[in-house]
């Protein structure tokens, strides 16, 4: 405050001695001024001098403001905190604007009606892995491992069905993948270099029905047996391996322009993530049978790089390339190919693992302790959540259709139960004053009806619905149908007149609303336009449009 | 657009410009600038030159705002639009500065427990006749007429309570008026005028148990008995009068400065309202009997002045005074007297027409057709509104408080009944999800749940319930109880996170939120206030504070 009126007195007294001097300049070069057609004198006379002028805020505070004859001007960066409004000054062509944005995030409108052998909802436009709370693409499982509640790491199932259907979704948008086969046993052999103390032969293997590598090295950090490349713009490896215990496959990533070299070590081991300067090692079990890597590089180099502390490290794709691959230990390998995206292997990796975690009541138990709200009781480890439920069937549902596997269905319909099972009992279903049903994110007590985890569940029962067509066994559309009817009554609930609300919190504990951030707000928006796709109510189509111009500073009118 | 570039360039090229010369005196006067302390130099070379910026508003439109090197300015006639805030410049002691407003409304702390007894709510405040929708105080009744609905005007229950309880409150809150006597056939006896075929005389009535003018004029215009006054300060005139058909009370108004005189015509009519150039005609009914008339003659006069569209003539009271009464046709006339105020006058000509009107159901229909929101059938005329019935009884309550008068008790019970009763059968009791009762100010179907309305109807149950203390026959306190606990459960629906919805239609009907604008979010602050004295349920407090704090621009947090 004190700061504001003595820098307010100094600009005064300065802009005062600034038109005195203008006046005594102008006394003396009357010439100029008079000039006919000067542009000067004209548009200094239009324009009054900005003056500064004190603001006091709501009789609270003071901003330091500008004004001239018709306008008071006030700081962007007080309207930044007051209003959280976003702006940036932009240029074009070397001029400049200012760039207000009322909201940070986007909205999708659905070019088509909903289909879930389609993408499911915008998770095209989602990047699980390279999110900072998922601490790294498990080795063993394929699959993300979420330090978001655990520190540690856990395996939370919304984001492994979150993965999945992102890898589905972009499958689906993106264009093929370019696939460059490194050694294929037939068409394509790579010039292996094998070290004196290590053999390598090529032999058929009835299980991988193909001709594969044998490789054997010995203690010698240098026995190995290597396949230089030189790979710079694709960075997702696949292989089959079979190893035995003790052995590894080293990848190395060497940086274009510093002398930087990273080394990616796949060990048997089952340890999720070590790293020590530059080498950064995942461990993919000690199981002696044959698996595929599916390894997205980049990502592996970044997450040991977040693991060291390093996450600032950059790691542009364009600026490294892959120089070599070894094998060393002993076992076999075959099938080895770089890509620029192997998004079916990543679905299937989160289906298998939806497969076989689920426990006997259908569930996939996070096993994190989860606090919610202050005012309620943490979810204990081995909560469930109706969102895991919900994407895992919108998974499954998927899996089944694209693979026509009977275990993807059967596992998407034992997911249901706990959907109708109360919190109490460690399901997900609450109630609205007994009345409506709600399938919870967080099955809290009380419950805090969360929207878009309650959405995503609605389309994971619709999914499924779809997939079954006409056999369906499931409950799946009567659980569909009660939800929209929920929905469709509670949704006005959630708006604010100017975005919307979370959850219900404020009702059912009397505290302070928790007003969605503007992408869960753009969530809500885009969920809702999806499932106006489906229902014609007008509550959801009018909601939708309503809730996008919010986006923009509309507001819902006052009387 | 085109406009705001031009400026832009001819507003660059000055400031250049300006800037170029100033260097020039500079290296000129290099003296000046280089003298130790000198503070121009200093300032100015702090402050870059303040430059236009185009800002584009989420990519739909621009604005013109300014800029220096380190912050954007943006335009507070564009704030104000597109976030509804009011400023304006004020200046103290020469120094003027710009008053940011959030909201335009005042919030009233209860300095303590509410009393039936005491003001109701914020009632001190209100100034019921004084606005627009008044068509004026009828002359017969006491009590003003509304064109808030329909223009011919009507008698709008809420309305004439509110009257009657502003007029009660003041009387608690305000000094002692001042209190003129002009005559009382006793002590004080007016200095009338009689003209020549006219007829005064003074006697005993027996049944104001004092001394009386009994007056008779010819037809003649001229002929009257008069008094002249001359009274600037206090307009507020009381009598009681019978007349004989034909008669009239005028009062003459003159305004001090212009030669403008006023007739204020008292006249033995049915008809509410007449205005002709400078005379306004109020009708005090046709019976002869004694009644007595309580006139705000500055309000008569505006009133007057709304209906010839001179609504833009000014009045204050101070720029008037009252130069004469005079009475004409024949009657008789005692209590004359002019004060600052007759508030226990108004409040009981309230209290009066409350129980006059009161129809055998217990309730006030409204006459008027109301049109609550486009998507509900209108209320029909001879609705009832569960706000007439609680301000009814908190008057009648305080009513019978102050007189004893049973008849007042005996109406305030009447009155419940209705709250009793669903809008289907013509009464007011919504429910939420056939669990929570609702007193609708606005009995629609299906309901809207307005919460400034319903506050009140709890109120007027509050105040009874206390008047009638031990001895309480009435449902009263069960039906406050049942409508607290709604109002508990329900309160969190109306929070917006910035303000307060005026009611929940966009639940019961889909549709956009109704907000309530910044006087009715206010008076639910107000309400939640005092109902927090009664109720030490931490939703009332916590809420009524969040909620004054979003009228200092506070908001609710978001995820």
């Given at each position: 405050m004190?700061l504001?009126r ?7 007294a300065?802009l005062?001695?600034?038109?005195m001097l203008?006046m ?13 057609g000067s542009a000067?004198s ?13 603001c ?14 018709a306008?008071v ?8 905190k007051?209003?959280?409004?976003y702006g ?5 062509d070397g001029?400049e604007?200012?760039e207000?944005?009322h909201?940070?995030s986007?909205v999708y409108h659905?070019?088509?009606?909903y289909?879930?052998r ?5 998770f095209e436009?989602y ?14 499982e394929?699959?993300?491992v979420s330090?978001?509640?655990e520190?540690?790491g ?25 696939v460059?086969?490194?050694d294929?046993?037939?068409k394509y ?5 094998v070290s004196?103390?290590a ?5 058929y293997d ?8 044998r ?20 960075f997702v490896?696949s ?15 060497q940086h ?5 070299t990273?080394?990616l070590?796949?060990?048997?081991s089952?340890q999720?993530?070590?790293?020590q300067?530059?080498?950064i090692?995942y ?13 997205d590089l ?7 790089w977040?693991?060291?502390d ?14 070599s691959?070894?094998?060393s230990g002993a076992?076999a ?5 770089v890509?620029?995206s ?21 569930g996939?138990p996070v096993?994190?302790r ?10 204990a480890?081995?909560w469930?959540?109706?969102m895991?439920?919900g994407?895992g ?10 693979s026509?596997?009977a275990?993807?269905?059967r596992?998407a319909r034992?997911a ?11 399901g997900?279903?609450?109630?609205w004053?007994?009345?409506?049903v ?11 009806f969360v929207?878009?985890?309650?959405i995503?569940?609605?389309l994971?029962?619709?999914?499924l619905?779809?997939?079954?067509g006409?056999?369906?066994s499931?409950p799946?559309?009567k ?7 929920s929905?469709k009554t ?14 219900l ?23 809702l336009?999806?499932?106006a796709?489906l229902?014609p109510d ?5 909601t ?6 919010y986006?923009q ?7």
């Open positions: 004190m504001v003595l820098n307010m007195r100094v600009a005064l300065a005062c001695a600034a038109v203008l005594l300049y102008w006394s003396r070069c009357g010439d100029l001024a008079k000039r006919p000067l004209n548009a200094i006379s239009e324009r009054a001098p900005s003056e500064d002028i004190e006091s805020i709501n009789g609270e505070y003071s901003v330091a403001c500008r004004r001239d004859a306008e001007y006030v700081p962007f960066s007080f309207i930044r007051y209003f959280e409004i940036k000054i932009t240029s074009t001029v604007k200012f207000w944005s909201s940070y986007k659905p070019k088509k009606k289909d879930p389609g993408t499911f909802t915008t436009n990047n699980v892995e390279v999110r900072d709370r998922v601490k790294c693409i498990s080795g063993i394929g699959v993300p330090t978001q509640w520190p540690r856990f395996f939370y199932p919304t984001q492994i069905a979150q993965f999945g259907l992102a890898h589905y979704s972009k499958n689906i948008t993106e264009p093929e993948p370019r460059r086969i490194l294929d046993g037939q052999m790579g010039n292996w270099t004196k103390d053999t390598m032969t090529r032999e009835a299980e991988m029905k193909a001709n594969v590598i490789f054997s090295t010995s203690d010698q950090a240098s026995s190995q047996v290597a396949l230089k490349v030189n790979i710079s713009q694709d490896l292989l089959d391996v079979l190893f035995k215990p003790n052995s590894s496959l080293t990848v190395v990533l274009k322009d510093k002398k930087e990273v080394y070590h796949y060990v048997t089952t999720l993530i070590y790293a300067d530059d080498h090692y461990g993919i079990g000690v199981e002696q049978k044959w698996r595929r890597l599916t390894r980049i990502i592996d180099m970044q997450k040991g977040a693991l060291l390093q996450p600032k490290r950059k790691s542009p794709r364009n600026k490294f390339r892959i120089s691959l070894s094998l076992g390998a075959c099938g080895v190919r890509s620029s192997e998004h079916m292997a990543h679905f299937f990796a989160a289906a298998r693992w939806l497969v076989r975690r689920q426990r006997a009541r259908g996939w096993p994190a989860r606090r919610v709200a202050p005012q309620v009781p943490d979810l480890p081995g469930h959540s109706a895991s439920q994407h069937v919108s998974l499954l549902a998927r899996a089944y259709q694209r026509g596997d275990a993807y269905l596992a034992r249901l139960a706990l959907l109708a099972v109360p919190p109490a009992q460690g997900v279903r609450a109630t004053m007994d009345r409506y709600w399938y919870e994110e967080y099955p809290t007590k009380p419950p805090l929207l878009n985890g309650f995503y569940a609605l994971g029962l619709y999914d619905h779809v997939i079954e006409e056999n369906a499931s799946a559309k659980m569909f149908d009660d939800g929209m009817t929905l509670l949704l006005p609930l959630f708006d604010t007149g100017s975005g919307s609300f979370y959850d919190r404020h009702f059912t504990l009397g505290v302070s609303p928790n007003i969605a951030r503007w992408d869960y707000h753009a969530t809500h928006v885009n969920q336009y999806l499932l796709g229902d007008p509550v959801l189509i009018n939708a449009k309503r809730w996008e111009g986006m500073g509309k507001r819902a009118a006052h009387n």
